[in-house]
């Protein structure tokens, strides 16, 4: 069953925007917000087929009014944790050590951390790799409180919202604390879509360690980490990439099947092919 | 729909079922383990109980708590800052080789610890938990809302309650903020819970952000049969005012700390019953440490009864409580307790200590028209001996009616009352009225 693919027509949101060539035109988050628009009563846009109850239900954070909802059944949480797992791996990361949030708790970078933060996902990314997990609350006030679980938490890497860079660096420095030669790396992301590469730069000053870029579309359950070594971002084997004609690219995931995510446009983008040194057989976008 | 009642008839199991003599035997029981493990093999309280001169070995009864050592978050924050680390010796089950763990951070403005937690917490503290919602009426059936912040203990907490009772889950974005409400009238209308736990001043900003889209409170609570409010004291009147604004027919309290007391209404609402399956709690005077008799205020301290990730004994967490032991018509073998608020919020005024609960509940109690008013309590006034409330002006007969709760403070409390009344004020001060000075209150608005 797992391998099958969803039957797309039978998705309202897929049905209506069906091809010539049996597969959906690429859509955005504002073809999904209209959906939702038009169709009030679906929580799910379209993407849920109609009177199916998922087990895990998750309002995309970067939706306008009305927020949208995508679906998960398992073991479609576990597969997406993976995704996650194998980037902070790509990064490094070790067995026995913390890795620290400074976000909502509702965002999937959090959320995948932990069999603990959600429901019906058997093992998240710390589970799968031996790791602690803690998570501060993803609001500027909260900067201080994120300062002092450096000190006395010590995480080895600190995954956190890119809003909350300035913040943080801020109560770092206020509290004569600093992240260099404590944490590892760091990796901030937007709600929806990438850092620019110069607030990365950016980051990284401010925070006195390497800061790596995170790829995030939770319409599409996107999550692709920027690789320290050719600066793209390796795109997990559960995703499928495809260059569309305006110099954009469009996103398939392999493993959502109660939400089916085909053909998301994340915009402007270029499939930069396989061959890094750290992991040969990826894909890779730059963006 | 299961009335109340027989809500309250349906244990959760067993232990439910326990005579109060037996659940205190049972406590008894629980504690002696815990304390002889925590002397062996929690390196923090071996250290205390030498100290304090406590021997595990000796604890016979619930009598002799008194022999144990008080902790608070002073003691748990200055042992962190010895040893630099968030491990200070209360962590079972964690070491070199443990599985990994989770974090979660302590509430409150004194300072931030750290709760561990570990598989063995999930499932013990998740099934005490299941026993809490299933007392305040969750039953399966429609989605779970999951809004706790993944900061909070709670938050490991929800996902294990909707996989315990099989229930879908809803997972709403941000965080539980007052900005946020909006996306949470938007999961409850798209979900229809019949069970939600909220923050108590979110419901009012639920209620705000749905006026603002234009949707009733009672619309948005539609299909919600029980409701359970936390992080703060209601009182009788707060609770009509929840339903009458919600047109839930179960308002439920549940009151706890992060590290490990919880209680909960039955559906008597009449105190709080401790959860015992991992908790156990006293109230005493904290000048003497004596045990206080039922009705009496004091410090509510309390022990974890198993044993797994942060184990709090004894401990103290500065909420102050009234403990009932009398038998509870709902059948329920563990006492009642009421957490009425912080002490930091507690304030002198004529020849009585006071907290924001007292005056809210005696603002109701004398004009019951003023039910789930929202107040502030002035510094400034307090500084001159006198209460002075700003008070959200009522629609009808406002000076009638304040004119009547200043004449019925004045008399309940024997001080000097002035009410003035504003047009309005921030919905996070909806509940229980904050102490602020003037310049705050007008500020925050």
Redesign the interface.
Same mark, same amino acid.
Request: charge should be negative.
């Given at each position: 069953m797992a391998n099958v693919p969803p039957d797309l027509a039978q998705y309202p949101f897929y049905r209506a925007r069906m091809q010539n060539d049996g597969r959906p035109a690429p859509w955005t988050l504002t073809d999904l917000e209209e959906f939702a628009r038009t169709h009030p009563g679906d %929580?799910f846009a379209g993407r849920a087929l109609p009177g199916v #109850? %998922? #087990?895990?239900?998750?309002?995309?954070?970067a939706t306008a009014? %009305? %927020?949208v909802?995508t679906a998960l059944n398992p073991p479609e949480p576990d597969a997406w944790a993976k995704v996650l797992a194998r980037m902070w791996a790509r990064w490094g990361i070790a067995r =026995?050590e913390?890795i620290g949030?400074f976000d909502? =708790?509702?965002s999937p970078l959090?959320?995948l951390a932990?069999g603990?933060?959600?429901?019906?996902?058997g093992r998240g990314a710390?589970?799968r790799l =031996?790791?602690?997990?803690?998570?501060?609350? =993803?609001?500027a006030a909260?900067a201080p409180?994120m300062a002092?679980?450096v000190?006395?938490? #010590?995480p080895a890497a600190v995954v956190l919202r890119a809003d909350l860079v300035a913040p943080f660096a801020s109560a770092l420095e206020a509290s004569g604390r600093v992240l260099t030669g404590r944490v590892r790396w760091a990796a901030m992301a937007e709600v929806e879509g990438v850092p620019t590469r110069a607030s990365a730069v950016r980051a990284a000053e401010a925070l006195g360690v390497p800061v790596y870029r995170i790829l995030r579309s939770d319409a599409a359950f996107l999550l692709a980490g920027e690789c320290p070594s050719c600066r793209m971002f390796h795109l997990d084997r559960s995703y499928r990439a495809e260059s569309l004609p305006a110099g954009e690219v469009a996103i398939t995931a392999g493993f959502a099947r109660s939400c089916p995510a085909v053909r998301y446009n994340i915009g402007a983008a270029r499939i930069a092919g396989r061959g890094c040194a750290i992991e040969p057989s990826e894909e890779r976008i730059e963006c | 729909m299961l009335k109340p009642d027989a809500i309250a008839a349906e244990p959760f199991d067993d232990l439910d079922r326990l005579s109060p003599a037996e659940l205190d035997r049972w406590w008894e029981r629980k504690l002696r383990a815990v304390f002889k493990a925590a002397a062996r093999e929690l390196p923090y309280y071996a250290q205390r109980f030498s100290s304090a001169g406590f021997d595990p070995a000796g604890f016979r009864t619930l009598a002799d708590l008194r022999g144990v050592p008080i902790s608070t978050k002073s003691d748990l924050l200055a042992a +962190?800052a010895a040893g630099?680390?968030?491990a200070i010796g209360i962590e079972y089950g964690v070491g070199?080789g443990s @599985?990994?763990?989770? !974090?979660? !951070?302590s509430s409150g403005t004194a300072g931030?610890t750290?709760i561990t937690?570990t598989a063995r917490w999930?499932r013990l503290q998740g099934r005490s938990s299941c026993r809490a919602h299933w007392w305040a009426g969750l039953r399966p059936g429609t989605?779970l809302l &999951?809004s706790?912040?993944?900061?909070h203990s709670y @938050?490991?907490i +929800?996902?294990?309650i909707?996989?315990h009772f099989g229930m879908?889950?809803? &997972?709403?974005?941000?965080?539980f !903020?007052p900005r946020f409400a909006?996306?949470i009238v938007? @999961?409850m209308v798209?979900?229809r819970p019949r069970f939600i736990s909220m923050f108590l001043p979110m419901v009012f900003s639920v209620l705000a952000a749905a006026k603002q889209k234009g949707v009733r409170g009672d619309e948005v609570f539609a299909g919600v049969e029980s409701m359970v409010v936390t992080g703060a004291p209601i009182t009788p009147g707060m609770r009509d005012h929840l339903r009458q604004l919600t047109r839930v027919k179960r308002v439920a309290e549940i009151a706890g700390t992060s590290e490990n007391l919880l209680a909960v209404d039955c559906a008597r609402a009449d105190g709080l019953h401790l959860v015992p399956d991992t908790c156990h709690a006293e109230v005493i005077d904290r000048e003497t440490a004596r045990p206080l008799a039922d009705g009496e205020r004091g410090a509510a301290v309390h022990s974890s009864v198993v044993l797994a990730g942060s184990v709090y004994l004894r401990y103290d967490g500065g909420d102050i409580a009234v403990m009932n032991h009398s038998p509870c018509p709902c059948g329920l073998p563990s006492p009642r307790i009421k957490l009425l608020g912080r002490r930091e919020d507690s304030f002198t005024i004529g020849a009585q200590s006071l907290l924001p609960y007292d005056v809210q509940l005696a603002l109701e109690q004398e004009v019951p028209e003023l039910n789930g008013s929202a107040c502030v309590i002035t510094r400034e006034g307090l500084a001159e001996g006198r209460l002075r409330l700003l008070l959200i002006e009522p629609e009808r007969s406002p000076a009638a009616l304040l004119e009547a709760a200043r004449l019925g403070l004045a008399r309940k409390f024997d001080v000097p009352v002035e009410i003035t009344p504003v047009r309005d004020l921030p919905l996070r001060f909806k509940g229980v009225p904050p102490i602020l000075s003037e310049p705050e209150a007008v500020e925050s608005l």
């Open positions: %929580p #109850k %998922p #087990k895990v239900a998750l309002q995309i954070e009014e %009305p %927020p909802w =026995g913390t949030f909502y =708790g509702s959090v959320l932990s603990c933060y959600v429901a019906y996902l710390s589970d =031996g790791l602690s997990a803690i998570c501060n609350d =993803g609001v909260m409180r002092g679980i000190e006395a938490v #010590k | +962190q630099g680390s968030n070199p @599985a990994p763990l989770t !974090l979660s !951070l931030t750290f937690h999930r989605p &999951i706790a912040p993944a900061w @938050a490991a +929800q996902p294990f909707a996989m879908p889950c809803g &997972i709403v974005s941000g965080t !903020l909006d996306r938007d @999961a798209a979900m």
